[in-house]
């Protein structure tokens, strides 16, 4: 029995009830990390959290929510890792490299968190091969508004050229989120020279004027 009678799903939980959720969150996340989204099972959180699936249940109706909330927490912690390293007053393309080298730098210093995030992007599908994913939960869905607007300010203040800001916002989010997968075979990936590579290749590609 709960300490208090609040409906799972709603905003007022008891710290208790954070607390567990915050456990079993991460205890799914290493088990998806280490096996797997396939064979991250309840039974397997369970496991390491050192509870029953029937205390997972009394959390998350499902397996399914609880790889949603994991694909959530990782998204959230992200946000937060760029959010403080923005600097407010710089010019649109400086903000771009910024937004480049602090996902860049997240990677790097999160790979585990990486691979679930691949690991769910890849793998948390229907029988018709479709995300079982929400469309704003996808980094490419209304996640990108920030970036187009970086894209869009900089072409109101005539830094960049005239493009697509959604394309191009795509297109620098795809050139970030496939270092995941290449880290799962090349471990010793140069991220130092693949970021460098990627602010050059975007400065070209947005700016008026090719930069030296």
Not at 25 to 33: F, K, M, N, S
Not at 128 to 139: K, M, N, Y
């Amino acid at each position: 029995m709960r300490s208090e009678k609040i409906p799972i799903g709603k905003s007022e939980r008891t710290f208790v009830d954070i607390a567990r959720r915050a456990q079993l969150v991460e205890c799914a996340i290493d088990a998806i990390a280490e096996l797997g989204l396939p064979k991250a099972s309840l039974a397997e959180v369970a496991k390491r959290a050192g509870v029953t699936k029937t205390t997972i249940l009394y959390h998350f109706a499902s397996r399914e929510e609880l790889i949603h909330e994991v694909f959530a927490s990782v998204l959230r912690q992200g946000a937060e890792f760029m959010a403080e390293r923005t600097t407010s007053g710089q010019s649109a393309g400086a903000e771009l490299q910024t937004y480049i080298e602090a996902n860049v730098a997240y990677i790097d210093m999160h790979r585990k968190q990486v691979r679930v995030l691949t690991a769910i992007a890849m793998n948390f599908t229907d029988v018709d091969g479709r995300t079982r994913l929400p469309h704003d939960a996808s980094v490419y869905g209304t996640s990108l508004a920030p970036l187009q607007a970086i894209l869009e300010r900089g072409q109101r203040a005539g830094e960049f050229r005239d493009f697509s800001t959604r394309t191009m916002a795509m297109t620098v989010r795809a050139a970030i989120d496939v270092i995941g997968p290449q880290l799962s075979v090349i471990p010793d990936l140069d991220l130092d020279a693949y970021v460098r590579d990627l602010v050059s290749l975007f400065r070209h590609a947005t700016t008026k004027e090719a930069m030296p």
